[in-house]
């Protein structure tokens, strides 16, 4: 690990003023040379790695009191971006009303790494491509702009067969940001030009030509909540992960479901993938597909094939187009034996 | 309640004495090798090549070596003749690969360790590390079979010692069997993983090196070291009491020892040095990638007419590593016509080694999974097919078995699994949306030694001391060798004082392939045998006739002290002063002149295979295992039952991914490489058979450390078979080809 200065955050409009003095510094691997410092189960293990070399570290855990807590009200959900991982998983009104979203939770990673870490964190952990986190292997886009792909011809049992880019396929590992892609949550953000409110489908950018940059976020910006709104299909709702084995394991691939039901007609639907595609990523035209319609093994297969149209895969992961549409089916007809 | 880990002996079983060590592992009081604070110690930090084949061409230590902290960076270029060459283990020397630590230029494989920086803290040593820029010139590698550049060769072209097994007239037996099959399976390269790292601490005193190193091999890595340093043996001592899990891993001298032992020397100062999680895939050795083509032939009713089959293993340029399973799968079922062939594939990659069964993992996955497409086309139940075919002679060179319980194992198995509610048919059976398949397969193991030795004290207190450099991999060994001399010498277990893993104690061979207990345990009773004729017991059971203590009293001696020198059976003459070399060959299972020794067993498994997306999961497996005196039920439930677990893992998850460009280990870490987690493991039941073999040792014991992982994978396959009708034949058996053709 590059040493690197760390400094803990005093109030949510200071922790930003870290990142001033750097602004002009070029963006390493592109990101800031400064990064915020929140479980750490991404960023040291990245520092560890010396994948990422932030020069400083700003811890936002002192910011907890602000950021840490969950409110539940008629019109929604709001989570605090410090609060931990198992604290939201295990929150009894998010169980019951925002199953999806305590799924996602509870069945990411491991109870030690789900009470370090935080949902802020959740959204921005990196891929695991294993060319990316080895920084031996010279060609890596994200790592190293221009280096190549070694996934390309590599291993790719992992990576992503829908919005990959010639650049990378890296896929997108994170649970969470799938329920909250589902959900259409929004995110508060403070940073050095003030506060924004933004959907969380604009957070992450697909590789494109830009593999290194991941997010919409500026240098210097926090996340500080979560909004989830209230919504008929809600608490019809639930996360299916599919992996090798049964725990602690990223998702081979995975689906965000939430339904609601008029009778046997679908009102309204949201399908979000995870597992198989480079950003969080939902299946609109799926969705589409399924509303006004009943649910069924017929419908339902026919919306999983609309899911996974245009997906590209390479040597290793041709199985998550069939793996992916089964996950797609079987979500979506567990969803309908729920109550709404 | 009843203590499923301790379970109650049956016939020729001992009492499950908790571990010896248990108090000190769980306090936290057992000092491992890196747990050692040597005063004033240096890190090492290992710089791993991220080629595969080619040389280096420069390094540019510059930045490195500018870091505050830094001390030293050794290198081809620097290290000068410091290290001498040491015999690759086939050809009976201690090391694990025949590459000289930093001995040149060349580029031999992936993740070989190209330099050494040297510094006053752990956290400098790995950031020097990352600043080291290394110019390479790169040549194409070739990373495993097929690949291009792959050069096959038969091993016993290069292998003297080997012998293709064969018998009758496979090719026209074959011909003319009614039923055949003739199948082609494939086995992944794995690695151990222990959760103890391959940490090494050296020092020097004056010329005395101490070596903290996690060791299968004290002696070995004790001489093996001196010759690399051109010192006397008499110079190192290697201490290793505790090993976090070594599976094989831990057993040869690997390349960082002496590196480390030459920093010290150097610096003048102790040198620490833990490899990280990914660089232990390189540093140690691993199992390679195999692939097989097996065809069987039978009778209408099931009787095995023919059976041929061929290995191919992936090895590295320099060495013909290869674990040659046909000398085992060959011998299990009685057969007329057999033929075989081991073919070993020259990759640029690390030299393989021994880890759990290392032969039969693979060979049985293979035979096992055959034997079941067999009596699916037989329309056979997969057990009596195996009853059919039950020996009490292998059929190579008819010898007899010691001893055989087998088809008692599948019995008591296979009662307890409730096998006889299984509808045969494929896919026939389910709850709700998983598909319910039962799957059964043998396991099997050679039962081998080594010489050993031990000297055992008496005291007039009551107590009593046992010494021997034997190593506790989580085997029970300290334990087990405490109960032999507590039970010989008429004292209480808790009043034996055990003292293991450390070259000032006489030597023990290798802890590897399931030796040691019956090893150790017979010195243990031989030197306890020679304290009770010197003290005028003339008994020759387990437990003395007179009351040694009171006699040692009476006679007002202060100790009585024996050091035994114990030979197996078929052992070659020199066999003890190969011990003292560190040297001592395990003799035994297929490779005796006289008789064949094997320990057997039957595992059974239940698979749940989800009707649409196709996760397999494994809630119940059920294992019976004759094996000879079993010392302590405790232990050996232990043992069993942590290979079956791996089996499950070997069968559904693990996996070393190999870049096919770069020849390179790509999944280098323990969030990639999937082992089984407390999820995937639901029940597990050890079923202990007894069975009596006056012949193997006078104590009766076969090994039971490696037995637990053979079969299981074939049983697995099986299953999968039995739920979905599918075979899957490559392990690991995963998602992407069942979903696929569903
Ligand atoms: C072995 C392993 C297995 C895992 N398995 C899973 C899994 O199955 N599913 C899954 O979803 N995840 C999994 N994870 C990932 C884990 O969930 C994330 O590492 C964790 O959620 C990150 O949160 P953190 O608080 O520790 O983030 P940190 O490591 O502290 O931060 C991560 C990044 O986000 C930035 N950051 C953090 N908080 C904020 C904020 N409020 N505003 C702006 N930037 C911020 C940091 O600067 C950093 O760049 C696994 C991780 C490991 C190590
Ligand atoms: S897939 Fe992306 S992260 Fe992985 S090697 Fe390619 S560019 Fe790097």
């Given at each position: 690990?590059?040493?690197?200065?760390?400094?803990?955050?005093?109030?949510?409009?200071?922790?930003?003023?870290?990142?001033?003095?750097?602004?002009?510094?070029?963006?390493?691997?592109?990101?800031?040379?400064?990064?915020?410092?929140?479980?750490?189960?991404?960023?040291?293990?990245?520092?560890?790695?010396?994948?990422?070399?932030?020069?400083?570290?700003?811890?936002?855990?002192?910011?907890?009191?602000?950021?840490?807590?969950?409110?539940?009200?008629?019109?929604?959900?709001?989570?605090?971006?410090?609060?931990?991982?198992?604290?939201?998983?295990?929150?009894?009104?998010?169980?019951?009303?925002?199953?999806?979203?305590?799924?996602?939770?509870?069945?990411?990673?491991?109870?030690?790494?789900?009470?370090?870490?935080?949902?802020?964190?959740?959204?921005?952990?990196?891929?695991?491509?294993?060319?990316?986190?080895?920084?031996?292997?010279?060609?890596?886009?994200?790592?190293?702009?221009?280096?190549?792909?070694?996934?390309?011809?590599?291993?790719?049992?992992?990576?992503?067969?829908?919005?990959?880019?010639?650049?990378?396929?890296?896929?997108?590992?994170?649970?969470?940001?799938?329920?909250?892609?589902?959900?259409?949550?929004?995110?508060?953000?403070?940073?050095?030009?003030?506060?924004?409110?933004?959907?969380?489908?604009?957070?992450?950018?697909?590789?494109?030509?830009?593999?290194?940059?991941?997010?919409?976020?500026?240098?210097?910006?926090?996340?500080?909540?979560?909004?989830?709104?209230?919504?008929?299909?809600?608490?019809?709702?639930?996360?299916?992960?599919?992996?090798?084995?049964?725990?602690?394991?990223?998702?081979?691939?995975?689906?965000?479901?939430?339904?609601?039901?008029?009778?046997?007609?679908?009102?309204?639907?949201?399908?979000?993938?995870?597992?198989?595609?480079?950003?969080?990523?939902?299946?609109?035209?799926?969705?589409?597909?399924?509303?006004?319609?009943?649910?069924?093994?017929?419908?339902?297969?026919?919306?999983?094939?609309?899911?996974?149209?245009?997906?590209?895969?390479?040597?290793?992961?041709?199985?998550?187009?069939?793996?992916?549409?089964?996950?797609?089916?079987?979500?979506?007809?567990?969803?309908?034996?729920?109550?709404? | 309640?009843?203590?499923?880990?301790?379970?109650?002996?049956?016939?020729?079983?001992?009492?499950?004495?908790?571990?010896?060590?248990?108090?000190?592992?769980?306090?936290?009081?057992?000092?491992?090798?890196?747990?050692?604070?040597l005063?004033d110690v240096a890190y090492a930090f290992l710089l791993?090549?991220?080629?595969?084949?080619?040389?280096?061409?420069?390094?540019?230590?510059?930045?490195?070596?500018?870091?505050?902290g830094v001390l030293d960076i050794l290198t081809h270029?620097n290290i000068g003749?410091a290290i001498?060459?040491?015999?690759?283990?086939?050809?009976?020397?201690?090391?694990?690969?025949?590459?000289?630590p930093l001995?040149?230029?060349?580029?031999?494989?992936?993740?070989?360790t190209i330099a050494v920086v040297l510094a006053n803290t752990y956290?400098v040593a790995?950031?020097a590390a990352?600043?080291?820029?290394?110019?390479?010139?790169?040549?194409?590698?070739?990373?495993?079979?097929?690949?291009?550049?792959?050069?096959?060769?038969?091993?016993?072209?290069?292998?003297?010692?080997?012998?293709?097994?064969?018998?009758?007239?496979?090719?026209?037996?074959?011909?003319?069997?009614?039923?055949?099959?003739?199948?082609?399976?494939?086995?992944?390269?794995?690695?151990?993983?222990?959760?103890?790292?391959?940490a090494t601490q050296c020092g020097w005193?004056?010329?005395?090196l101490t070596v903290h190193e996690?060791?299968?091999?004290?002696?070995?890595?004790?001489?093996?070291l001196?010759?690399q340093l051109?010192?006397?043996?008499?110079?190192?001592?290697?201490?290793?009491?505790?090993?976090?899990?070594?599976?094989?891993?831990?057993?040869?001298?690997t390349q960082r020892t002496a590196l480390v032992a030459i920093a010290a020397r150097k610096l003048g100062r102790p040198v620490k040095l833990v490899p990280?999680?990914?660089?232990?895939?390189?540093?140690?050795?691993?199992?390679?990638?195999?692939?097989?083509?097996?065809?069987?032939?039978?009778?209408?009713?099931?009787?095995?007419?023919?059976?041929?089959?061929?290995?191919?293993?992936?090895?590295?340029?320099?060495?013909?590593?290869?674990?040659?399973?046909?000398?085992?799968?060959?011998?299990?079922?009685?057969?007329?016509?057999?033929?075989?062939?081991?073919?070993?594939?020259?990759?640029?990659?690390?030299?393989?080694?021994?880890?759990?069964?290392?032969?039969?993992?693979?060979?049985?996955?293979?035979?096992?999974?055959?034997?079941?497409?067999?009596?699916?086309?037989?329309?056979?139940?997969?057990?009596?097919?195996?009853?059919?075919?039950?020996?009490?002679?292998?059929?190579?060179?008819?010898?007899?078995?010691?001893?055989?319980?087998?088809?008692?194992?599948?019995?008591?198995?296979?009662?307890?699994?409730?096998?006889?509610?299984?509808?045969?048919?494929?896919?026939?059976?389910?709850?709700?949306?998983?598909?319910?398949?039962?799957?059964?397969?043998?396991?099997?193991?050679?039962?081998?030694?080594?010489?050993?030795?031990?000297?055992?004290?008496?005291?007039?207190?009551?107590?009593?001391?046992?010494?021997?450099?034997?190593?506790?991999?989580?085997?029970?060994?300290?334990?087990?060798?405490?109960?032999?001399?507590?039970?010989?010498?008429?004292?209480?277990?808790?009043?034996?004082?055990?003292?293991?893993?450390?070259?000032?104690?006489?030597?023990?061979?290798?802890?590897?392939?399931?030796?040691?207990?019956?090893?150790?345990?017979?010195?243990?009773?031989?030197?306890?045998?020679?304290?009770?004729?010197?003290?005028?017991?003339?008994?020759?059971?387990?437990?003395?006739?007179?009351?040694?203590?009171?006699?040692?009293?009476?006679?007002?001696?202060?100790?009585?002290?024996?050091?035994?020198?114990?030979?197996?059976?078929?052992?070659?003459?020199?066999?003890?002063?190969?011990?003292?070399?560190?040297?001592?060959?395990?003799?035994?299972?297929?490779?005796?002149?006289?008789?064949?020794?094997?320990?057997?067993?039957?595992?059974?498994?239940?698979?749940?295979?989800?009707?649409?997306?196709?996760?397999?999961?494994?809630?119940?497996?059920?294992?019976?295992?004759?094996?000879?005196?079993?010392?302590?039920?405790?232990?050996?439930?232990?043992?069993?039952?942590?290979?079956?677990?791996?089996?499950?893992?070997?069968?559904?998850?693990?996996?070393?991914?190999?870049?096919?460009?770069?020849?390179?280990?790509?999944?280098?870490?323990?969030?990639?490489?999937?082992?089984?987690?407390?999820?995937?493991?639901?029940?597990?039941?050890?079923?202990?058979?007894?069975?009596?073999?006056?012949?193997?040792?006078?104590?009766?014991?076969?090994?039971?450390?490696?037995?637990?992982?053979?079969?299981?994978?074939?049983?697995?396959?099986?299953?999968?078979?039995?739920?979905?009708?599918?075979?899957?034949?490559?392990?690991?058996?995963?998602?992407?080809?069942?979903?696929?053709?569903?």
């Open positions: 690990m590059r040493p690197f200065l760390y400094d803990r955050a005093a109030s949510t409009e200071s922790a930003p003023r870290a990142f001033d003095g750097l602004k002009e510094a070029s963006l390493i691997q592109g990101r800031a040379p400064a990064e915020y410092l929140a479980g750490g189960t991404t960023l040291l293990d990245l520092m560890k790695l010396d994948v990422m070399q932030p020069a400083r570290v700003v811890d936002i855990t002192p910011l907890e009191p602000q950021h840490g807590s969950i409110a539940i009200s008629d019109a929604g959900l709001r989570l605090g971006a410090l609060v931990k991982m198992s604290t939201a998983a295990d929150h009894p009104a998010v169980i019951k009303t925002y199953p999806v979203l305590a799924q996602s939770l509870t069945l990411a990673a491991s109870a030690q790494l789900r009470n370090m870490a935080t949902l802020g964190g959740n959204l921005l952990q990196r891929t695991r491509c294993n060319y990316f986190r080895d920084t031996s292997w010279s060609a890596c886009n994200k790592r190293n702009p221009g280096s190549g792909c070694a996934a390309l011809d590599g291993l790719n049992r992992q990576h992503a067969i829908l919005g990959a880019s010639q650049d990378c396929i890296a896929t997108y590992p994170g649970d969470f940001a799938q329920a909250l892609m589902a959900l259409d949550a929004t995110l508060d953000i403070a940073g050095p030009s003030g506060s924004r409110t933004i959907p969380i489908a604009t957070l992450h950018k697909p590789p494109g030509s830009t593999p290194h940059i991941e997010t919409t976020l500026a240098p210097g910006e926090l996340i500080t909540a979560l909004s989830i709104p209230a919504g008929p299909w809600t608490r019809r709702s639930l996360y299916l992960k599919i992996r090798d084995r049964q725990s602690y394991e990223f998702a081979l691939a995975s689906a965000a479901i939430a339904l609601h039901l008029d009778g046997d007609t679908v009102k309204d639907v949201r399908i979000a993938l995870g597992g198989v595609a480079s950003v969080p990523w939902r299946a609109r035209d799926a969705e589409a597909s399924l509303i006004g319609k009943p649910l069924n093994e017929a419908t339902a297969t026919a919306a999983a094939r609309m899911a996974f149209v245009g997906s590209a895969p390479r040597t290793h992961n041709a199985y998550k187009v069939t793996l992916g549409q089964k996950t797609v089916v079987r979500a979506l007809l567990q969803a309908a034996t729920l109550e709404g | 309640m009843v203590d499923a880990a301790a379970p109650a002996p049956k016939a020729n079983m001992g009492d499950p004495v908790p571990r010896y060590d248990a108090r000190a592992k769980v306090t936290g009081s057992a000092l491992y090798a890196s747990d050692v604070a005063p791993s090549s991220a080629i595969a084949k080619g040389r280096i061409k420069s390094f540019d230590l510059r930045e490195a070596r500018a870091l505050p270029e003749e001498r060459k040491v015999k690759f283990f086939t050809e009976g020397g201690p090391a694990s690969n025949s590459i000289l001995g040149s230029a060349e580029i031999a494989y992936g993740g070989q956290e790995r950031d990352h600043r080291v820029k290394v110019d390479y010139e790169v040549d194409r590698p070739t990373a495993t079979f097929e690949s291009p550049g792959a050069v096959d060769q038969e091993l016993a072209t290069q292998n003297k010692k080997h012998d293709d097994p064969k018998v009758g007239d496979f090719a026209a037996a074959y011909a003319t069997a009614p039923v055949k099959i003739d199948v082609a399976y494939s086995t992944p390269a794995q690695h151990h993983n222990p959760i103890e790292l391959f005193n004056g010329s005395q996690p060791s299968q091999n004290v002696y070995g890595l004790k001489n093996g001196a010759t051109g010192i006397e043996p008499s110079q190192v001592r290697v201490v290793s009491p505790f090993i976090g899990g070594a599976f094989g891993s831990k057993g040869a001298l990280t999680r990914e660089q232990g895939f390189t540093v140690a050795t691993y199992r390679a990638e195999t692939k097989h083509r097996i065809k069987l032939g039978a009778t209408r009713d099931g009787k095995l007419q023919a059976l041929s089959h061929d290995g191919f293993e992936v090895t590295s340029r320099p060495d013909p590593y290869a674990v040659a399973g046909t000398d085992a799968s060959t011998r299990m079922y009685a057969c007329p016509n057999i033929t075989s062939n081991v073919t070993i594939v020259r990759a640029d990659r690390s030299t393989p080694g021994f880890m759990r069964a290392p032969a039969e993992t693979p060979y049985f996955f293979a035979l096992e999974s055959a034997m079941d497409e067999l009596a699916v086309a037989l329309a056979m139940d997969p057990v009596e097919l195996r009853r059919l075919n039950d020996t009490m002679k292998e059929p190579i060179k008819s010898l007899p078995y010691t001893s055989r319980t087998l088809m008692p194992c599948f019995d008591q198995a296979s009662e307890a699994f409730g096998w006889s509610k299984r509808n045969p048919q494929p896919g026939s059976m389910r709850d709700g949306d998983w598909l319910i398949g039962w799957g059964c397969a043998t396991s099997a193991y050679p039962t081998q030694m080594a010489p050993a030795t031990a000297r055992v004290s008496l005291f007039p207190d009551g107590t009593a001391r046992v010494e021997a450099a034997s190593h506790e991999i989580g085997n029970g060994i300290y334990t087990v060798a405490g109960q032999t001399a507590a039970e010989r010498l008429g004292v209480p277990v808790g009043k034996v004082q055990v003292l293991m893993g450390d070259t000032d104690l006489p030597p023990a061979p290798v802890s590897g392939g399931s030796i040691s207990t019956a090893s150790v345990c017979s010195a243990v009773a031989q030197a306890c045998d020679a304290i009770r004729a010197k003290l005028g017991d003339n008994g020759t059971g387990a437990v003395p006739t007179v009351d040694l203590v009171a006699t040692l009293k009476e006679r007002g001696l202060g100790s009585v002290q024996e050091y035994a020198e114990w030979m197996p059976h078929g052992a070659a003459k020199g066999g003890m002063q190969m011990l003292y070399k560190g040297a001592a060959q395990p003799i035994g299972g297929a490779k005796l002149p006289d008789r064949i020794q094997f320990a057997f067993g039957a595992q059974f498994v239940e698979v749940r295979v989800h009707a649409r997306t196709r996760e397999i999961r494994v809630p119940r497996i059920v294992g019976a295992f004759a094996s000879g005196r079993i010392m302590n039920t405790r232990t050996a439930h232990s043992q069993y039952m942590g290979g079956m677990i791996w089996g499950i893992g070997s069968a559904l998850h693990e996996k070393t991914e190999i870049d096919a460009n770069a020849a390179r280990y790509v999944n280098t870490n323990l969030a990639d490489y999937l082992v089984p987690v407390n999820a995937d493991v639901v029940d597990v039941q050890v079923i202990m058979v007894p069975e009596e073999d006056t012949l193997v040792n006078p104590l009766g014991i076969k090994g039971i450390g490696e037995i637990g992982i053979v079969g299981t994978s074939a049983a697995i396959a099986n299953a999968i078979y039995h739920a979905t009708g599918q075979r899957l034949r490559d392990l690991p058996l995963r998602i992407d080809s069942l979903v696929e053709a569903a």
